[in-house]
Antibody
Framework: EVQLVESGGGLVQPGRSLKLSCAAS????????MAWVRQAPKKGLEWVAT????????YYPDSVKGRFTISRDNAKSSLYLQMNSLKSEDTATYYC????????????WGQGTLVTVSS | DIQMTQSPSFLSASVGDRVTINCKAS??????LDWYQQKLGEAPKLLIY???SLHTGIPSRFSGSGSGTDFTLTISSLQPEDVATYFC????????FGGGTKLELK
């Protein structure tokens, strides 16, 4: 069974940094692209970052490019999201997702971790 | 950037009804359109990928159709457990979600 468990969320002040983690199990982690998707309170879904199987390629929307960094450790079956220069509009539940074949759909999702950016 | 326009935003239907939800892309996305279901307080769950492929374990009352810029999710006979918000996602160029459709029972 595919399992994705996020951690690292919490309350952080504007301008500060936070690092999220996602522990994966139930599949061969190194074979799949991975991603982060977020959802602001009572809002829709927004793609945040995607990383290739080896970690050599990363993709971001303009809203987080230059502030967020996605990375992975295939030996530990873990995914990370380093978030710098946080803004109030980054407040959201952050979901870790495993993609399907290649760079494609979000096949499986974790339960999410809440990040609140507030002074 | 590709924009995804989902309609309607809100839908009320009765058990047994046939329900359709639409998604329109701002440009051609070929077949690269997926549908997700999110129940209250839960993470999203994949229903359909690449327009019409049913994800593992998803009931056959869910189906998808379309191509190019116009896509549809159909629930052939609405069940109480289908109450949720539904999102479309394009993955032809980057990833962009539609705004969501909240489905409730009448």
């Amino acid at each position: 069974e595919v399992q994705l468990v996020e951690s690292g969320g919490g309350l952080v002040q504007p301008g500060r940094s936070l690092k999220l983690s996602c522990a994966a199990s139930g599949f061969t982690f190194s074979n799949y692209y991975m991603a982060w998707v977020r959802q602001a309170p009572k809002k829709g879904l927004e793609w945040v970052a995607t990383i290739s199987t080896s970690g050599s390629r990363t993709y971001y929307p303009d809203s987080v490019k230059g502030r967020f960094t996605i990375s992975r450790d295939n030996a530990k079956s873990s995914l990370y999201l380093q978030m710098n220069s946080l803004k109030s509009e980054d407040t959201a539940t952050y979901y870790c997702a495993r993609l399907g074949a290649g760079s494609s759909w979000f096949a499986y999702w974790g339960q999410g971790t809440l990040v609140t950016v507030s002074s | 950037d590709i924009q995804m326009t989902q309609s309607p935003s809100f839908l009320s239907a009765s058990v047994g009804d046939r329900v359709t939800i639409n998604c329109k892309a701002s440009q051609n996305i070929n077949k690269y359109l997926d549908w997700y279901q999110q129940k209250l307080g839960e993470a999203p769950k994949l229903l359909i990928y690449n327009t019409n492929s049913l994800h593992t374990g998803i009931p056959s009352r869910f189906s998808g159709s379309g191509s190019g810029t116009d896509f549809t999710l159909t629930i052939s006979s609405l069940q109480p457990e289908d109450v949720a918000t539904y999102f479309c996602l394009q993955h032809n160029s980057g990833w962009t979600f539609g705004g969501g459709t909240k489905l409730e029972l009448k």
